[in-house]
């Protein structure tokens, strides 16, 4: 069974998106192709910033033993921050958490590398052991990371063998003292994900979840899920979701939020002929004021009696309408506003007096060919979005195009979890002794809706595996993904993460979050490529996990990043503003990030963003929290320097529904 191993990269720029993490996958190449691939799985991989307490935390995620299982990760290697300026903080976060130091290691990198180039001598390479997981710290370049590790590749394997064999290394070793190569069949070499159980019959998971065939008293006492850091873990939702292909549909079916695929080309002027723009008559603007004879009436839709052999002469004009026709000769239309009836027959209009006030140049009045709209040119440019305004739709049915390519949308299921869940959705009595009512799938179908996005209400489904495996196979036939609430945290009867990993073979991108509230969340695809968030049951956390990375995802999705060139991605995915905090100063977290529910406005008289709590009572179960908000206030961790947010500051506020104006 191959080693499961972890590679964080550290630094500032890649955490924030503004450069490219190559070392890391680099890394995983020379470790995932060594052997044949049979030595090495990668099974986490992180990029932080150069932030000594969050590397430290992370190394200690992926190397905590669990109760029922090994460490997540047998070997960690860390690329970056092994520099000799003031932000290189890796060795320093790393090398006290070692229980064994391997100075001999980290000296086999150095002079390694040495020999391939002096700028060695400046990196602060490191390696030791923490519990059972051999760590190793890196240069941060590809070319520097790759050149460490490779030195050191051959006896990675016996270091790790060794690092977790309790009962000494003979077993380890042959008679003559060489490194026995094959080890597998050893009871204490297991992988992180195995269990220490004589009965061979047992089943063994293939992913870090409890044994769903497991008693109660096997389960494991603290998640084996490392804490993944917010912008990570959104980075990892978008990069494992690609929008969907464009389809072809009429304008009936064409629905807010989706985004155009395709320029949509004009095929015929708007308008396709001289329309008066007002009401009044057809003139001969050369004529000036006067006494006219009125020769007929145009209206639109409405042929003109002004024929190609008999055009309009002086002295005459001809009552037009708004929209109508201009007859031929006519270069001018004077208001209705601006004539005085002379003479009528039979009800018709026969001799008319143009005023003073109705005075016209040639063209006034007239929309020439083509004004609003020219034959060939873009009525709607891809990328742009369907909006509830209705300007998008009424530029496409001008276009005289029947079909447009769009991108499609993904349709979502939504379903809750847990035997006291309770459906508001149909007609209920009185709750029964622990019971409580459903409002996460109502909140998230109605979310859903506000992006345009179709849905399947999968209802509630009991904590029973085999209901859960069975419902979520079945959506997932016709839905591109999966939203749950509820079952993913370290109850005994949580069990989304081992139905996905055990009996739909899917895999858990992340299990758990660096954030507050929604430290549960959970990211797992399937080999179809089709996803699903696991989110929390707390109302509050389900929802602004949602917004946190299901929303971006499903924008992703439906196109929005598509032709946006430049652009930074969280702008259209997950748009934020820096505003001005009001209210009661905030402690903040020592060990999360925070997100309030709160209200965001635009103050015009001070022309700045503000955004206060909408409630002062921020708890993950009280859904009231959320109402009125219309924003996320994003509140870092806590320190010494920085234990509070005062009013008067400035925050970063994630736009999830319309502002206010004030």
């Given amino acids: 069974m191959a080693t499961p191993v972890g590679i964080l990269t550290v630094s500032d720029k890649c955490s924030r998106g503004q450069a490219l993490d190559t070392s890391g996958p680099a890394l995983r190449q020379l470790l995932e192709t060594a052997s044949g691939g049979q030595q090495w799985a990668v099974v986490s991989s992180l990029v932080v910033p150069d932030d000594r307490e969050l590397i430290s935390q992370t190394i200690r995620d992926w190397c905590t033993l669990s109760a029922t299982s090994g460490p997540l990760c047998r070997l ?75 030195q050191i590749l051959s006896v990675l394997p016996h270091a790790v063998d060794t690092a977790r064999a309790h009962l000494g290394t003979r077993h380890l070793h042959s008679s003559s003292g060489v490194p026995i190569a094959n080890t597998e069949a050893q009871p204490l070499a297991m992988c992180g994900c195995s269990r220490p159980d004589d009965d061979a019959t047992t089943h063994v998971s293939e992913g870090l979840s409890n044994d769903l065939d497991a008693s109660v008293d096997r389960r494991a006492r603290k998640s084996p899920y490392p804490m993944t850091p917010v912008d990570e873990a959104l980075r990892l939702v978008l990069s494992h979701v690609a929008e969907l292909p464009a389809v072809e549909l009429p304008l009936c ?62 002295g005459e004009v001809v009552r037009v309408a708004t929209g109508a026709p201009i007859p031929l000769g006519a270069n001018a239309v004077v208001m209705v506003e601006d004539t005085q009836l002379l003479e009528s027959h039979e009800g018709e209009e026969s001799v008319v007096r143009i005023l003073e006030s109705g005075r016209v140049v040639p063209g006034q009045h007239i929309r020439a060919v083509g004004h609003d709209l020219r034959k060939g040119s873009v009525v709607v440019s891809a990328g742009s979005a369907i909006t509830a305004v209705g300007g998008e739709v009424g530029a496409l ?43 996460n799938r109502p909140a998230l179908l109605a979310a859903l809706a506000s992006l345009g996005c179709p849905t399947l209400d999968l209802g509630i489904v009991k904590d029973d595996p085999d209901s859960l495996a069975t419902t979520i196979s079945q959506a997932l036939t016709t839905c591109q993904g999966i939203i749950s ?39 797992a695809t399937m080999s179809t490529g089709k996803f699903i968030f696991a989110l929390p049951g707390n109302p509050v956390s389900a929802l602004v996990a949602f917004h946190m990375f299901a929303a971006p995802a499903i924008r992703k999705l439906a196109g929005h990043l598509v032709h946006r060139v430049g652009e930074m991605a969280m702008s259209v995915l997950r748009p934020s503003v820096v505003s001005v905090f009001e209210g009661q100063d905030i402690h903040l977290d020592r060990v999360r990030p925070e997100y309030l529910r709160a209200a965001l406005a635009w103050e015009s008289k001070g022309r700045q963003w503000s955004v206060r709590v909408t409630d ?32 008067g500051e400035s925050v970063t506020a994630i736009i999830i529904a319309s502002p206010h104006f004030r």
């Fill in 76 to 150: 960690i290697v860390v690329t970056g921050g092994t520099g000799i300026s003031p932000s290189d903080v890796t060795v320093e976060a790393i090398e006290p958490l070692f229980t064994k130091k391997l100075p001999s290691l980290a000296t086999a990198m150095v002079v390694g590398s040495l020999k391939i180039t002096p700028m060695a001598a400046l990196s602060q390479v490191a390696a030791g052991v923490i519990s059972e997981t051999i760590v190793v710290a890196v240069p941060g370049s590809k070319k520097g990371s790759v050149e460490n590790l490779q």
């Fill in 253 to 314: 079916d064409i629905r807010e939020g989706q985004i155009i695929a395709a320029d949509v080309i004009a095929l015929e002027d708007v308008p396709g002929y001289p329309a008066a723009v007002m009401d009044g008559y057809a003139v001969i603007a050369a004529d000036g004021p006067g006494t006219f004879t009125v020769r007929g009436a145009t209206t639109a839709g409405r042929a003109t009696i002004v024929s190609e052999d008999k055009p309009l002469q002086s």
């Fill in 397 to 439: 049915a001008v276009s005289g195009q029947s079909k447009f390519l769009v991108y499609a949308m993904p349709r979502i299921a939504v379903l809750s979890t847990g035997d006291e869940v309770i459906d508001t959705l149909k007609p209920s009595s009185a709750l029964e002794y622990g019971a409580i009512r459903d409002c």
């Fill in 485 to 523: 609430t509820g079952g993913v945290s370290m109850g005994e009867r949580d069990w989304l993460k081992p139905v996905v990993e055990q009996r739909l073979n899917g895999k858990i991108i992340f299990g758990r979050v660096a954030m507050k509230p929604s430290k549960p969340t959970t990211f």
């Fill in 616 to 647: 002062q009572h921020q708890q993950s179960s009280r859904v009231a929290s959320m109402l009125h908000a219309n924003a996320l206030i994003s509140l870092p961790r806590g320190t010494n320097e920085k234990p509070t947010v005062r009013s």
